[in-house]
């Protein structure tokens, strides 16, 4: 699905990430831990073509992103649903609009129905025609799992999904996650939440990587 | 050609869907809208200016050009032959449409300033006046004082040229700089529209980022700014264009005879006006364009 | 005063800490001082022209109005005692600087026109012509007609009226557009400085937010955006203005005689030009205050 | 310190906080949790004046805020250091510069060691030049901390200061609080993290709110 092939990547101070190698196979569960600042976030933007790695290859479903053409990133992005850390909407559009916007600029039907049910998932039914400045801060997280989910893609990236939502309801959105991983989707998730990662572990057969000393480890069985 | 239509069908009407991804309003819309509208009345009236000036510049010319006054002044006895001289030089003249000698009342008229009304003209030994019609081009006034020099000694050409000269020069200026303020109002109109479109687009940062991020083609996100731009520059250059055309048409126009020329347009002119939403438009199309392609190429 | 004075040069030297927090630059700044700049350059363009006009209106009026004639044809023997009466009439009338019978050789000189220069005039039954120059403020003529038929029958007084007003007219109609337009460029100015500084303050809502949350007074969050936009704004102005006045200054003046005036400034009427980024700076300041204390008084 | 009285608030569409009465001592340390979209963060906001309350009374330093004019809540917010969980900078500003804001704008003299050793304490010595949009989400959270008490104030409120942080740095974060609430300043932190809760209470004596059902509950010893 995903391979990386000695990845670096500097944000132009020195490098951030080193000689990092991995295959995230289909159907594979991945969290991804490390310190604040240690490249999470970084890492998942090579994921999915924010980021260019400075040295090494990251190839994407059978594709080297380095040769893609800005139409292909945006097709390939089509196929990989993410929840970015600072969650962004269109400020102008409502909720529903925004998690039904991946349909809409793909120019795909928009069935509402499925639409209205997703929203019921992440518990934002009541939040529908509110606008995104309107929500919490954890709607906003929910909204953008919604958004991340909403085209069926093959990999779903979340980052730190759950940093602002309450226990029982950060149970609820790994239950979905869980679900599409069931389906055969490809998941990885950056969080801090331990909890969370035991509580997954408890659920489904996920690996946990680690970013640490600019490397990537494979964290044992201790967690 | 059919292709094109559909092209530009879809361009204006377009899925409404997709112009809904960018935020219906704010500032530098309105902004963008009321400097396409400002330009385009000051535009318009700058237009208008120009070709009043250009019409008052043919009129002072040829108002004043196309009679010139020969005036033959000889011993009594020769009078009557250099007169008949005359109109055989003008005849072979090129550039001259009639000449005719002015009967004694005319030129009683024509004296009438100067000596009043009751003037004994035939007792006087004034000169023999022509007159003299010009064709549209004109003719050689150096050439023909040259001839007539020959042929006739006691003739002598009075062209006007002394009145005439500063008049055109005056309407011509005046359509100098009618013109060039059309072209300052023009180029100061394309900079306006475009760092308004710059403007809006670096306040959509979020908009552009989010829809990039959520697999939306270059195209698209480019289209809709650049859908929204280039109607909101037209539609307010011609609501520019049509208040100023609407005052222009609506404003008296004072009645100046033949010397003078109305403020507005005559005509074909009129057909100049719907040009500039069309131009306001091709600057904001253009000017969005790179803009937002521009804004695109930051993110990857 | 002396507070008004360190007031005002706060504004403008400061602590420039506090300007930092306005993010220095972006295209809503470039507008600003684009649009500035632009419009100060239409400005005085319009400013010169309306000048012009109104120069032009002046000497075409003074060349035709100040010089008037009067021409005495009277029966041989009571010519002289009319030509009396009317130097009689004009030194009692108000308005009229001087009068005096034209000598016989510059009445030749104006007749040569229309009869070539051997005209013996002396023999010649023609009229005694008199000319007036008026006072700047001109007589009135209708009042000078009555008086003469009575006193003289045989005086008629040619004012030129004819030939005058349509050039007065003219020159007076250029005037009108000319104003019109700077009182256009100048609303149309007023109107883009103000939606460009409420973009700039839309697109800087985050900022504004941040100052407010951390403890920032109204007044230092709007004096910083307005000190930013005022100074962008004088500035744009006065870059145009410079470069307009430059032009003019540089631009070969063609030389024109009497008839007709160059399109520039001239002595005290440049004294006009640093008005221009006054107002810029004003129009902006009030335009700047009033949108950041609309966009303050949305947020507690 | 601040005390509120019978207080309502909602955003239009029905209530959201109903008749919450609540003092807050001086030098005491509470949590306010609750479920997400529950009223924390809006809670928080009646506490330093951004909403007004729609019934109810609160008081601030023995003020009304209902009655305070604009320049008397910008007087106030310098003495409450607030985190707030959209944490929002100058994006033009370096961090440092961000962090020494409020005494800017206070027209307060910065005392530059003082600042270097604040961004310290949060881990971002080696941020102090970078421009906030190139912070890590967490790292953004310990700026905004820093900004919230570089002022010395007498109340910080947190909302949700940990979200993005990992346990060590949290833990470094809530040592810094549990600090200046021994100096004398009252802390309310806003937070889903149990496990915060639990080691804060083991070194200071905090007390838990818990918003559920609209209303104002103190949590029992079973936390
Ligand atoms: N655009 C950027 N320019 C420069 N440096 C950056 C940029 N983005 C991130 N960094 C730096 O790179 C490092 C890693 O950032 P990243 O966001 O990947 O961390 P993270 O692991 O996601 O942290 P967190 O858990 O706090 O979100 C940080 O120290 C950050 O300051
Ligand atoms: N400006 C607003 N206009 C309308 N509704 C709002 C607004 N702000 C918040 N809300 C709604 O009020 C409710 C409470 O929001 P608040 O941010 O206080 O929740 P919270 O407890 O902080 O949640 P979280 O833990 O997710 O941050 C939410 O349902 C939210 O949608
Ligand atoms: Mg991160
Ligand atoms: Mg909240």
């Known amino acids: 699905m995903i391979e990386l092939e000695n990845v670096s990547y500097g944000y132009g101070g020195g490098e951030l990430l080193t000689e990092m190698s991995l295959k995230l196979a289909p159907g594979s569960f991945h969290f991804l831990t490390g310190p604040s600042g240690a490249g999470k976030t970084t890492f998942l933007k090579l994921l999915y073509a924010e980021l260019l790695p400075s040295a090494g290859r990251v190839t994407v479903f059978d594709q080297s992103v380095r040769g893609l053409g800005r139409d292909e990133i945006a097709e390939l992005r089509r196929r990989i649903g993410v929840v970015h850390q600072d969650c962004q909407f269109l400020d102008h559009l409502s909720v529903a609009e925004n998690v039904a916007l991946p349909l809409l600029v793909a120019d795909r039907p928009i069935d509402t129905r499925e639409l209205v049910e997703l929203l019921g998932w992440v518990g934002l039914k009541g939040q529908m025609d509110a606008l995104p400045p309107e929500l919490s801060g954890g709607e906003r997280q929910r909204a953008a799992l919604a958004r991340a989910v909403i085209m069926g893609p093959d990999v779903i990236l979340a980052d730190e999904p759950t940093g602002n939502v309450d226990w029982e309801m950060s149970q609820r959105l790994l239950h979905l996650l869980v679900e599409l991983n069931r389906m055969g989707k490809t998941v990885v998730i950056a969080t801090h939440d331990m909890n969370l990662i035991r509580s997954a572990k408890a659920q489904v057969a996920a690996r946990v990587l680690r970013i640490k000393g600019r490397r990537l480890h494979l964290a044992g069985a201790d967690l | ?300």
Do not use: C
């Open chain 2, 1 to 300: 050609m059919n292709a094109q239509l559909a092209r530009a069908r879809a361009f204006l009407t377009s899925d409404l869907q997709s112009d809904r991804v960018v935020p219906p309003s704010g500032f530098t819309a309105r902004l963008t809208v009321f400097s396409a509208a400002a330009m385009a009345f000051l535009a318009v009236f700058a237009l208008a200016l120009s070709f009043a000036a250009g019409r008052l510049a043919d009129r002072w010319s040829d108002a004043l050009a196309q009679s010139a006054t020969i005036r033959v002044s000889a011993p009594e006895d020769q009078q009557e032959r250099q007169v008949q001289a005359v109109l055989a030089v003008l005849e072979t003249t090129p550039g001259i449409a009639s000449a005719r000698e002015l009967p004694a009342d005319e030129t009683q008229a024509l004296l009438a300033p100067w000596f009043g009304p009751d003037l004994p003209i035939e007792t006087l030994p004034i000169p023999a006046l022509i007159e003299v019609v010009e064709e549209g081009t004109g003719f050689d006034p150096e050439g023909l004082r040259l001839r007539l020099q020959a042929e006739a000694p006691g003739a002598v050409l009075d062209d006007h040229d002394r009145w005439r000269r500063p008049l055109v020069a005056a309407a011509g200026r005046m359509r100098l700089v009618a013109v060039a303020s059309l072209v300052l109002i023009g180029a100061a109109t394309a900079a306006m529209i475009t760092l308004a479109a710059q403007a809006a687009l670096a306040a959509n940062g979020q908009v552009i980022r989010v829809l990039r991020l959520v697999g939306a083609h270059d195209r698209y996100i480019a289209q809709a700014f650049v859908r929204r731009f280039t109607l909101r520059a037209a539609g307010g250059a011609a609501a520019g264009t049509a208040l100023a055309a609407l005052m222009l048409a609506l404003v008296p126009s004072v009645e100046t005879g033949s010397f003078l020329t109305g403020l507005g347009f005559q005509g074909g002119e009129w057909l100049w006006l719907p040009l500039l939403p069309v131009l306001g438009g091709a600057v904001a199309l253009a000017a969005t364009r790179a803009a937002a392609l521009r804004a695109l190429k930051g993110l990857m």
